[in-house]
């Protein structure tokens, strides 16, 4: 069975989550997005502490579109360095997780 990924990266503003979930459920990169509540994140930063209010995205693809949808989060984050990170799904409702590959499929792009 192919491995579906959950992906997580947070951006400044609800504005800026809206449009990067849209475009990549819009683009089949994603099959759901989930637009999490703000959040407080503390980190180092060129040598400062520094903190944030964040609005966390929970990205749920198809470890085939991984590399695209990495892309296009970089292309569209206002960040230098976002984080962007994939956590394979091991379980799952089947048929929720076979949603998912399909929504992701690039053959139904083509239509």
């Not at 400062?48 to 749920?60: G, N």
Request: charged share 25%; aromatic share 8%.
């Amino acid at each position: 069975m192919s491995q579906i990924l959950l992906v997580l990266t947070c951006l400044p503003d609800p504005a800026d989550a809206e449009r990067l979930a849209a475009t990549l459920v819009e683009n089949g990169l994603a099959a759901c997005v989930n637009i999490l509540a703000p959040c407080r994140s503390v980190y180092r930063w060129r040598g400062k502490l520094e903190t944030a209010t964040e609005i966390p995205l929970f990205i749920k693809t198809h470890a085939d579109r991984y590399e695209e949808l990495q892309a296009a989060i970089r292309n569209q984050h206002p960040y230098d360095l976002p984080e962007i990170i994939a956590f394979p799904v091991d379980r799952g409702l089947p048929a929720y997780l076979d949603w998912v590959r399909q929504e992701t499929e690039k053959s139904w792009l083509a239509c």
